[in-house]
């Protein structure tokens, strides 16, 4: 089968093409770096089917990132390259464009964003611009798909072109000639989305707009998962489930094996979700009853967010705090991906420049950052006993984060490289993509974490059942209690926390302890050990050096956490 | 008339000529790259409080520059 690879600049809508072209659904956002690891899927052209590559994003053939180091390793590899260039940047975008053109890549030019273009007042001759390149060019609309099917049609006719290899300074002015022959702007007022793009960069305006959009999300992230909960899921579990729930717990016995096995055990004569923890009942209601509503707010104001274009103005932002940490404004797009789920956090750290990088932020994300399913229970478990406790978890957590970055800067050798990058304008999203997006993430999340938590709920069981938990506690008992004032039963699901955080939380929630017991609990249990999934992808991105460097900060930190809350709260 | 400054010296809103950049290869790459090169007309559209991070107007698009980054590009402002 041919392949062919998309490559273009960073966010000039590769992921938006390849989506388009091959019916596969991947991620795309409005912020350089959204892909990190080529994708691949296959297209018809014709009769004939053909691979497809999404690359991840690069401005010119020499790399600075892993990312990059990424794209242009895969050119060796592919029959034909779409070059995807943003028609409201051409001249950023034939920067790659020649020097693909250089290499003798048998190739075509995308023109994408060819709407927005106009909109701007910008005006490019396709035809000269062919001529002038020496390939096809074909305006797309990738978000809509206009333009899509003549780009199909012209694959076949990608080609090589007679283009010398120039030193950098020639190969810009001769971008500036070909960019004078074939494009004219009229000029045109500023719009609102403009003016709003540039004073959220400014000192006081942009912290002013950060603050507002930092509350407003997560007071939108609160109330769509609280309403979904409140109107959809409790109702379903306590009308529709239980009753259900509590005939088949009748046919099976109260203290059969199957019993403890499907339903658990009852609290009071009663299935108790939280509590009972058989697979039927724990097993469905923490992923699905508890967690889904927030993993569904979360992806939809982060979704929105991500298109909108207002993460790399964060960046901008805390540019300097960031640099305290030995990062740059960029590496806070990683942690808040975190906020959903740590796994694509840590691979998002790729784009990062330096592997001292790469080390800090994947630590602080996996001690720091809990996941939507994680803050989910502490909000369901903890909220009982008031906002106040979850906002020390909450702070705890914030605070480990930043001064262990501060921390690690200061012991590790090496200086954090400097901020280079590009600032997308302020789009509004398109509702099609989003809901797409947020499907995507949801559907990942269901087929990854359900299964999982249902393990989670079986080995529980069956290491209670066994007496390992209870031999464990034994031995673990001096920490847990002198040190961390929790019950010794605790260790239990520390232990669970290495499959999934929500089982663990769940069964921190069924023992008997105090609201600050808790909170000490939830936070020592966020810091001290990702998650399998996290875990692997640590190993991963790190190697087996660093992830065991990584492990030993997070079991240090979590403990000197965990006894200090515990000091302050007893 | 002004003097020969770096964009972190540049006033918010104003336009400059972009004379050189005292960096190495790679950071004058990636920045030729952002439209930030010799020869150019940029725009600073803002920067954060010191040493905070810049933001200039290049090549149709935006592009933010480290402190340390901006500090290293040195322009002549035009009215």
Same mark, same amino acid.
């Given at each position: 089968?041919?392949?062919?690879?998309?490559?273009?600049?960073?966010?000039?809508?590769?992921?938006?093409?390849?989506?388009?072209?091959?019916?596969?659904?991947?991620?795309?956002?409005?912020? /350089?770096?959204?892909?990190?690891?080529?994708?691949?899927?296959?297209?018809?052209?014709? =009769?004939?089917?053909?691979?497809?590559?999404?690359?991840?994003?690069?401005?010119?053939?020499?790399?600075?990132?892993?990312?990059?180091?990424?794209?242009?390793?895969?050119?060796?590899?592919?029959?034909?390259?779409?070059?995807?260039?943003?028609?409201?940047?051409? =001249?950023? *975008?034939?920067?790659?464009?020649?020097?693909?053109?250089?290499?003798?890549?048998?190739?075509?030019?995308?023109?994408?964003?060819?709407?927005?273009?106009?909109?701007?007042?910008?005006?490019?001759?396709?035809?000269?611009?062919?001529?002038?390149l020496g390939v096809p060019v074909v305006p797309?609309?990738?978000?809509?798909?206009?333009?899509?099917?003549?780009?199909?049609?012209?694959?076949?006719?990608?080609?090589?072109?007679?283009?010398?290899?120039?030193?950098?300074?020639?190969?810009?002015?001769?971008? *500036?000639?070909?960019?004078?022959?074939?494009?004219?702007?009229?000029?045109?007022?500023?719009?609102?989305?403009?003016?709003?793009?540039?004073?959220?960069?400014?000192?006081?305006?942009?912290?002013?707009?950060?603050?507002?959009?930092?509350?407003?999300?997560?007071?939108?992230?609160?109330?769509?998962?609280?309403?979904?909960?409140?109107?959809?899921?409790?109702?379903?579990?306590?009308?529709?489930?239980? /009753?259900?729930?509590?005939?088949?717990?009748?046919?099976?016995?109260?203290?059969?094996?199957?019993?403890?096995?499907?339903?658990?055990?009852?609290?009071?004569?009663?299935?108790?979700?939280?509590?009972?923890?058989?697979?039927?009942?724990?097993?469905?209601?923490?992923?699905?009853?508890?967690?889904?509503?927030?993993?569904?707010?979360?992806?939809?104001?982060?979704?929105? !967010?991500?298109?909108?274009?207002?993460?790399?103005?964060?960046?901008?932002?805390?540019?300097?705090?960031?640099?305290?940490?030995?990062?740059?404004?960029?590496?806070?797009?990683?942690?808040?991906?975190?906020?959903?789920?740590?796994?694509?956090?840590?691979?998002?750290?790729?784009?990062?420049?330096?592997?001292?990088?790469?080390?800090?932020?994947?630590?602080?994300?996996?001690?720091?950052? /809990?996941?939507?399913?994680?803050?989910?229970?502490?909000?369901?478990?903890?909220?009982?006993? *008031?906002?106040?406790?979850?906002?020390i978890v909450y702070g705890t957590l914030f605070?480990?984060?930043?001064?262990?970055?501060?921390?690690?800067?200061?012991?590790?050798?090496?200086?954090?490289?400097?901020?280079?990058?590009?600032?997308?304008?302020?789009?509004?999203?398109?509702?099609?993509?989003?809901?797409?997006?947020?499907?995507?993430?949801?559907?990942?999340?269901?087929?990854?974490?359900? /299964?999982?938590?249902?393990?989670?709920?079986?080995?529980?069981?069956?290491?209670?059942?066994?007496?390992?938990?209870?031999?464990?506690?034994?031995?673990?008992?001096?920490?847990?209690?002198?040190?961390? *004032?929790?019950?010794?039963?605790?260790?239990?699901?520390?232990?669970?926390?290495?499959?999934?955080?929500?089982?663990?939380?769940?069964?921190?929630?069924?023992?008997?302890?105090?609201?600050?017991?808790?909170?000490?609990?939830?936070?020592?249990?966020?810091?001290?050990?990702?998650?399998?999934?996290?875990?692997?992808?640590?190993?991963?991105? !790190?190697?087996?050096?660093?992830?065991?460097?990584?492990?030993?900060?997070?079991?240090?930190?979590?403990?000197?956490?965990?006894?200090?809350?515990?000091?302050?709260?007893? | 008339?002004?003097?020969?400054?770096?964009?972190?010296?540049?006033?918010?809103?104003?336009?400059?000529?972009?004379?050189?950049?005292?960096?190495?290869?790679?950071?004058?790459?990636?920045?030729?790259?952002?439209?930030?090169?010799?020869?150019?007309?940029?725009?600073?559209?803002?920067?954060?409080?010191?040493?905070?991070?810049?933001?200039?107007?290049?090549?149709?698009?935006?592009?933010?520059?480290?402190?340390?980054?901006?500090?290293?590009?040195?322009?002549?402002?035009?009215?």
């Amino acid at each position: 089968m041919k392949r062919i690879l998309l490559m273009g600049n960073p966010n000039v809508g590769k992921s938006a093409v390849f989506s388009r072209l091959t019916g596969a659904r991947v991620i795309s956002s409005n912020y /350089p770096g959204t892909t990190v690891e080529f994708t691949q899927g296959v297209m018809n052209i014709g =009769e004939e089917k053909a691979l497809l590559i999404d690359v991840p994003g690069a401005y010119d053939l020499e790399a600075t990132s892993q990312a990059e180091a990424i794209a242009i390793g895969m050119l060796r590899e592919g029959d034909v390259v779409i070059n995807v260039v943003d028609a409201t940047n051409l =001249e950023r *975008g034939l920067g790659l464009t020649l020097r693909l053109l250089e290499k003798k890549t048998r190739m075509l030019v995308a023109l994408n964003m060819w709407d927005e273009a106009r909109h701007k007042g910008i005006a490019i001759d396709v035809a000269k611009l062919e001529s002038a390149l020496g390939v096809p060019v074909v305006p797309i609309v990738a978000i809509s798909g206009e333009g899509i099917k003549a780009l199909v049609v012209r694959i076949p006719e990608a080609r090589a072109a007679d283009v010398p290899e120039r030193p950098e300074a020639v190969h810009w002015a001769e971008i *500036g000639r070909i960019v004078a022959a074939t494009q004219s702007v009229t000029h045109r007022h500023r719009t609102f989305l403009e003016a709003l793009g540039d004073a959220s960069v400014r000192p006081f305006a942009g912290i002013f707009i950060a603050a507002l959009i930092m509350i407003a999300s997560f007071g939108a992230v609160r109330f769509i998962g609280e309403t979904l909960i409140g109107a959809l899921c409790e109702p379903l579990f306590e009308g529709l489930w239980k /009753p259900l729930m509590m005939r088949l717990s009748q046919a099976l016995r109260p203290g059969s094996l199957l019993h403890g096995i499907v339903i658990g055990k009852l609290v009071d004569g009663d299935v108790d979700f939280v509590q009972s923890f058989g697979l039927l009942t724990t097993g469905l209601f923490v992923p699905l009853g508890m967690v889904l509503p927030y993993v569904f707010s979360f992806y939809v104001v982060l979704g929105f !967010l991500e298109d909108f274009g207002y993460l790399p103005r964060l960046a901008v932002l805390l540019d300097t705090m960031m640099h305290r940490m030995g990062l740059h404004g960029w590496a806070i797009i990683p942690s808040l991906l975190g906020l959903g789920c740590n796994v694509p956090g840590i691979l998002a750290i790729r784009i990062l420049e330096t592997r001292r990088e790469r080390f800090i932020a994947a630590t602080i994300i996996s001690i720091g950052v /809990p996941c939507a399913a994680l803050q989910a229970m502490i909000w369901g478990l903890l909220g009982r006993h *008031g906002g106040r406790y979850v906002l020390i978890v909450y702070g705890t957590l914030f605070l480990a984060w930043a001064v262990l970055g501060r921390f690690l800067n200061l012991v590790l050798k090496g200086r954090s490289p400097e901020l280079i990058m590009e600032i997308p304008p302020y789009r509004l999203p398109s509702p099609r993509v989003l809901a797409r997006k947020v499907w995507m993430r949801m559907a990942a999340f269901l087929r990854e974490a359900v /299964p999982v938590v249902m393990l989670g709920v079986l080995i529980v069981n069956a290491l209670y059942f066994l007496g390992v938990f209870d031999a464990v506690a034994e031995w673990t008992a001096p920490v847990m209690t002198r040190v961390l *004032g929790l019950p010794k039963e605790a260790v239990a699901a520390m232990a669970v926390g290495f499959l999934r955080k929500d089982v663990a939380v769940g069964m921190l929630g069924a023992l008997d302890m105090t609201a600050g017991q808790l909170t000490v609990a939830v936070t020592v249990l966020a810091m001290f050990f990702p998650c399998i999934a996290s875990f692997v992808v640590l190993w991963k991105e !790190l190697g087996w050096a660093d992830l065991g460097r990584s492990v030993l900060l997070m079991l240090a930190s979590s403990l000197a956490v965990g006894a200090a809350l515990n000091a302050v709260l007893r | 008339m002004q003097a020969h400054t770096s964009l972190v010296e540049l006033n918010a809103g104003q336009a400059a000529e972009v004379l050189k950049i005292r960096g190495g290869y790679g950071i004058q790459r990636r920045l030729q790259a952002l439209g930030i090169r010799p020869g150019a007309i940029v725009r600073k559209v803002s920067a954060a409080l010191r040493p905070g991070a810049v933001v200039v107007a290049a090549a149709g698009g935006q592009a933010a520059l480290g402190y340390g980054v901006a500090r290293k590009v040195i322009v002549e402002g035009r009215p």
